[in-house]
């Protein structure tokens, strides 16, 4: 079966300080992935999403990147935190079977101070 | 574009009473539409989806919703609440592009059970 992990689950950063955080998919071959940023009482933002290796797509302008180093992995990162960049990020992925259902990770809380 | 509507940021109910959650979309094209729960600190567990075919869908934890294309709507009920049920509940609708598909979702609705 199909899992994804996200990691760290929570992190407390300073501002200015650079970010990554990790996503990886078992269980499947070039899924989608996709990176998702959830502000409290504002729903789930796209941020970024892959249909391949080295294939990103930025929904929205921002501090933050996005690579995919490998098929199974998916990476969010900042050079300089701000403010604003916290919030609760979920990474999610969808197979070639059924690419219009997602699946999510658990998410990491990030707080940046 | 497309967009979602949920209507009513916070739900309250008794438990073993009906949930009614309301989900309102627009699309240029036919929708595929989602509902998700999340609980507390933690990511979103599909509950169920409507991609073709029939309208009335059943999901998980006894949820079921209903697509109404006259309505643009995709409510999702449950006859009996659980205190379990308490979580956020996310409509979502999917669009393709690239290979890839989208999702856009609502902005949730928090649903209480009381006893």
């Known amino acids: 079966s199909q899992t994804i992990h996200q990691w760290p689950a929570t992190l407390v950063q300073p501002v200015g300080s650079p970010l990554s955080l990790e996503c990886t998919v078992e269980g499947t071959s070039n899924p989608n992935l996709y990176w998702y940023r959830q502000a409290a009482g504002r729903g789930l933002q796209l941020l970024f999403y892959?249909?391949?290796?080295?294939?990103i797509s930025s929904e929205v302008p921002q501090n933050l990147s996005a690579s995919r180093p490998q098929d199974r992995q998916f990476i969010l990162s900042s050079k300089k935190l701000l403010l604003s960049d916290s919030g609760f990020y979920l990474c999610?992925?969808?197979?070639?079977?059924?690419?219009?259902?997602?699946?999510f990770g658990a998410g990491t809380r990030l707080s940046v101070l | 574009a497309q967009s979602v509507t949920q209507l009513g940021s916070h739900v309250s109910v008794s438990e073993g009473a009906l949930v009614l959650l309301r989900c309102n979309y627009s699309s240029s094209v036919p929708p595929y539409l989602f509902w998700y729960v999340q609980y507390p600190n933690q990511g979103l567990q599909l509950l169920l989806k409507y991609t073709t075919g029939a309208t009335l869908v059943k999901g998980i934890n006894g949820f079921e919703a209903e697509f109404k294309k006259s309505e643009t709507s995709f409510h999702l009920t449950k006859p009996s609440a659980h205190m379990s049920d308490a979580a956020e509940y996310f409509c979502a609708v999917s669009t393709f592009t690239g290979g890839g598909n989208k999702l856009t979702f609502g902005t949730g609705t928090q649903l209480k059970v009381e006893l």
């Open positions: 999610a992925w969808s197979g070639s079977g059924e690419r219009n259902i997602q699946y």
């Open positions: 892959s249909v391949g290796i080295g294939q």
